[in-house]
Each structure stands twice: as C-alpha cells, then as structure tokens.
C-alpha cells in the first residue's frame, strides 16, 4: 500500500493538506510545507522532514523520467541534508531517504508507484497553480515531467 500527501505549512507552524488549502501561502517563492510517503506502513519521508514543498516537489518530477530510463534516480531536499532515492529492482522499485536519523526503505510495485507519484503530483501542481497563479508555468512544467 503506497500513500502520497502533500501538506502546506501555515504561518502558525501546523500542517495542512494542500487539497484542503484556500489561502495562499505568504511567500510565493519559499513555499514551506511536506509530502509524506508511506509503503506498506513505513514512513519514507513525513512533516518532520518539511522543506520547500514545491521544489521538492519538482525534484521528484524530474526523477519519474530517469527512473524509467536509467533505472535509478536520486535527488536532495532543496534545503536539508536529505537524499530521496529510487531505484528499480525487477517490477519492484525500492524507495529510500537518507538523512542524519538514518535510512527508511521500502520496496513496493514500481508501476503502482509511478502512478501514484503521478496522481498525488498532478494533483499538487493543480492546485498550486490555483493558490499561486503567477508560478503556473513552472508548475505546468513540473506537472508535464512528471507524467511524461
């Protein structure tokens, strides 16, 4: 079982789904916020690891078409130590985070986890691009890598 959720960080700290965000965020440039994986109940990544959401969420973007090509992709968090990697193993990909806590792994489907990643970014990218209309080209372009 995979899960995919994108989390906004309000200005008081607190995590908000990102469906469930009307407001904008306050700086259209550093959007603070998470997204959590989880497979088979192990937590990859999650709001303790927050960073700036939509650039995270463009690295792992652009990580879809290497994984499908080269067979591995790895990326860092744009602003912590933290290294987010998949590699393909058969029809399994393993899916790795790398911080200074240590390293969580998990193996599952690589194509239920390619489609996953696809709907939960495609799903972020929407809505951000209504949240923060002025960044809808760069999201468009995210958005366009993740499903190509």
């Known amino acids: 079982m995979i899960e ?4 906004l960080r309000a200005s008081d700290g607190k995590f908000v789904q990102v469906d469930a965000c009307a407001a904008r965020p306050a700086d259209a440039d550093y959007v603070e ?3 959590r994986i989880a497979i088979h109940g192990v937590e990859i990544i999650g709001v303790s690891e927050w960073d ?11 990580m879809i078409p290497q994984l ?3 067979g591995y992709a790895s990326t860092y968090f744009p602003d912590q130590p933290i290294e987010l990697s998949f590699r393909r193993q058969g029809s399994q990909v393993l899916v790795s985070a790398k911080s200074s806590n240590g390293v969580k792994r ?3 489907s690589m194509s239920e986890f390619v489609a996953s990643l696809r709907d939960a970014g495609a799903a972020f990218f929407g809505k951000m691009s209504e949240l923060l209309p002025e960044n809808e080209d760069s999201y468009s372009e995210s958005r ?5």
Do not use: K
């Open 4 to 7: 995919i959720e994108t989390y």
């Open 106 to 108: 998990a193996s599952v």
């Open 52 to 62: 700036y959401v939509d650039q995270l969420w463009a690295y792992v973007a652009s």
């Open 68 to 70: 499908s090509t080269a």
């Open 144 to 148: 366009r890598e993740l499903l190509s």
């Open 33 to 35: 916020g998470a997204v």
